[in-house]
């Protein structure tokens, strides 16, 4: 099933789409980025999977380019000139996925004549030698009903209509895990708890964000969702992962990929334990070594693929125990504060990668995590739920948060006491400050005064703001801070 909503959602998004997109890319000189993105194309739309690992050399090349120019081993004009070939490269590689792609999806006409061309290697000097001779037409496949080969829609439609004849129920199809009033006790000598959830959905392409203060439940519930630990009452189901009544806890753990926020130390080269996870999960010969480049490349792992484990930062341990979790393909992915040991950059790009697993069109991603970097996971979540005191507050649709407000928040920081803010904002009609730490303050207005109102006043009276942001639609208000 997971296969078919691909299918449907490549029928909306057509190849042209990431086309525009990676010239778009190229256009702005985002070029590490169009590099990775024409991996993610190759892996959605290429007909032959050898065209997949063929656009790993074009992020391989990019990163000498890159090295020569920081050497300056290579002259100006000749390090243009090699980014200018790149760049052409790109863009044929691109339209040959294209043309491959149209041509093998042609709706009346079926070809032979593929399997002589699968290995056949990219071209980059003649882009012409990449042409496909198809062969002749197999006999067209006849519709019972108007003689006319069923389209790509059409059979699509119709493994639907099998589906909704099986015993799994069309509405529980896209949902990876169910969770029904469960509840954890922890009791001893220090403290009582109890983390309570009465509701939680996780779906295919959608990234769910667990946010709130340390110590309030929220690691308990992913290691329950993980299958790493047992609830105390209720129910962890996972219907996109149990298709059949005889798929056991076992396999269903294979299809999840849990990442603690302590990462357990590897031993041996790094690259080693990828390619070891990914023969454990049936992924032997020459598909292993596929996988493995693939997945450092496309995470920017390959200059420490050799180290050891004490001989890379903690972010790129985050980041390669992503890769681990990943080269086997599993279908929910459970992350514990990654960002924590990110820096700011790093932050971005790892969240940009997640938001693209999620997307992905040829195997879409469920991905829940914890943070603590409320703004930035805020940036590309679909679903919030805000845990506090082992209870759940919020718990649903990101864009729904901060509809039914009464007024407005922001916060910001500038060199003013709380008094001297009061004393500025009579002038607005604010209804409540709070100080949060030095200098930083989060204030409540009326549903009419916007940012800009707010920002203006300070402009006017000549007050310089460090820090400002609109948080009335953020899960920021709902954290304790000082009255």
Request: some cysteine; charged content about 30%; hydrophobic content about 35%.
């Amino acid at each position: 099933m997971q296969v078919m909503e691909a299918e449907l959602e490549k029928l909306n998004r057509q190849p042209e789409d990431f086309r525009q997109e990676i010239e778009g890319l190229i256009e702005d000189n985002q070029l590490d980025l169009a590099t990775k993105r024409v991996m993610d194309f190759a892996e959605y739309f290429a007909v032959y999977k050898e065209r997949k690992y063929e656009a790993i050399n074009f992020q391989r090349c990019y990163c000498e380019l890159r090295e020569n120019k920081r050497k300056s081993s290579h002259s100006e004009d000749t390090i243009r000139k090699d980014f200018s070939d790149l760049t052409l490269s790109i863009l044929e590689f691109v339209d040959l996925i294209v043309e491959e792609y149209r041509k093998n999806h042609s709706s009346r006409t079926t070809f032979v004549g593929i399997e002589e061309h699968k290995n056949k290697p990219y071209s980059k000097s003649n882009p012409k030698d990449n042409t496909i001779n198809f062969g002749k037409k197999l006999p067209e496949r006849e519709n019972t009903e108007n003689k006319i080969p069923k389209t790509g829609l059409e059979q699509i439609k119709e493994l639907w209509q099998k589906q909704k004849q099986s015993n799994i129920k069309k509405s529980n199809v896209n949902i990876v895990a169910n969770v029904r009033n469960i509840t954890k006790k922890y009791s001893g000598r220090l403290t009582d708890f109890q983390l309570s959830v009465s509701k939680l959905e996780l779906k295919f392409g959608e990234i769910t964000s667990l946010v709130g203060e340390n110590g309030n439940g929220k690691t308990t519930l992913l290691r329950i969702i993980a299958g790493e630990l047992q609830q105390t009452s209720g129910i962890v189901e996972y219907p996109a992962l149990t298709e059949s009544k005889e798929n056991s806890r076992y396999k269903i753990k294979q299809q999840i990929a849990y990442i603690p926020q302590e990462l357990p130390q590897w031993t041996g080269l790094l690259v080693d334990n990828l390619h070891f996870a990914a023969a454990i999960h049936g992924i032997r010969g020459k598909e292993n070594k596929g996988e493995v480049d693939f997945i450092i490349w496309r995470l920017g792992l390959d200059k420490y693929k050799n180290a050891t484990w004490n001989e890379v930062s903690g972010g790129f341990k985050m980041r390669f125990s992503l890769a681990k979790a990943l080269v086997h393909n599993p279908r929910l992915l459970i992350l514990d504060e990654p960002l924590a040991n990110l820096d700011v950059n790093t932050q971005l790009l790892f969240l940009q990668d997640l938001r693209d697993l999620a997307n992905s069109l040829a195997h879409p991603k469920t991905i829940l995590l914890s943070s603590q970097h409320l703004y930035e996971v805020e940036n590309i979540t679909d679903n919030i739920i805000f845990v506090k005191e082992g209870s759940v507050i919020y718990n649903g649709k990101l864009e729904d948060f901060g509809k039914e407000i009464e007024e407005n928040a922001f916060e910001l920081s500038c060199n003013l006491s709380k008094n001297e803010l009061m004393d500025l904002l009579e002038k607005i009609s604010y209804t409540q400050i709070e100080m949060v730490g030095h200098n930083q303050y989060i204030i409540k207005t009326s549903r009419n005064i916007g940012s800009n109102d707010l920002i203006k006043l300070f402009i006017n009276h000549n007050i310089i703001l460090k820090y400002f942001r609109d948080i009335s639609k953020s899960t920021r208000r709902l954290f304790r801070t000082d009255k």
